[in-house]
């Protein structure tokens, strides 16, 4: 697939969310498929599964002490790429990733990509910023409400929410508590 048709198939997904700059999924997409070439049971992220999720099994490698080794693993399959898109979102908001949804450009978030443990090449992130800055993918971070996302650091830096569901209603009860733990701030 050409690297323009791959990103506009993956850019709707990518801009439908406020909870990682677009940019760098687009990215990962990109490079964990070869742009759509490597695409297996509609995994775009190259998540891994347990044996308890329904998987396949491929070759990938990995790297062992700087070392590039290559091994079979257990990879999750979807039934569509927003299956795809959708896991990748709820993998990305767990606590082992907080530095890079709270990174404020693409270069932060590549690089914390790789120290969070997203992936063992020591190029990852060099590799993702590559392919960010040569189809100019950082353009589509503009498109996200720069004020929901500082907003959303601010709610996060605060303890004031833990900023997952962004999309989601909030209950009573939860924006009761978010304007407790304000008001607390305050005093």
């Known amino acids: 697939m050409k690297s323009n048709n791959f990103f506009n198939l993956m850019l709707p997904y990518a801009l439908n969310q406020n909870i990682i700059l677009p940019s760098i999924p687009l990215a990962q997409a990109a490079l964990e498929t070869g742009f759509g070439k490597y695409t297996k049971r509609n995994n775009y992220f190259g998540i891994k599964s347990?044996?308890?999720q329904p998987h396949f099994i491929s070759k990938t490698n990995e790297y062992i002490n700087s070392n590039k080794v290559q091994t079979i693993c257990r990879f999750k399959k979807y039934n569509s790429i927003s299956d795809s898109f959708s896991d990748y979102l709820n993998l990305i908001q767990k606590e082992r990733y907080r530095k890079v949804v709270l990174a404020?450009?693409?270069?932060?978030?590549c690089k914390?990509?790789?120290?969070?443990?997203y992936a063992t090449d020591p190029n990852y992130a060099s590799k993702l910023i590559s392919i960010i800055e040569k189809y100019s993918l950082s353009l589509w971070d503009d498109k996200l409400s720069s004020w929901a996302?500082?907003?959303?650091?601010?709610?996060?830096?605060?303890k004031i929410s833990d900023g997952t569901r962004a999309k989601e209603f909030a209950t009573r009860e939860e924006i009761w508590t978010m304007l407790?733990?304000?008001?607390?701030?305050?005093?």
């Open 50 to 52: 347990n044996k308890t």
């Open 104 to 109: 404020s450009n693409y270069m932060e978030g």
């Open 112 to 117: 914390a990509l790789y120290i969070c443990g």
């Open 149 to 158: 996302i500082k907003a959303r650091l601010y709610v996060i830096n605060n």
């Open 180 to 187: 407790m733990r304000q008001q607390n701030k305050l005093n």
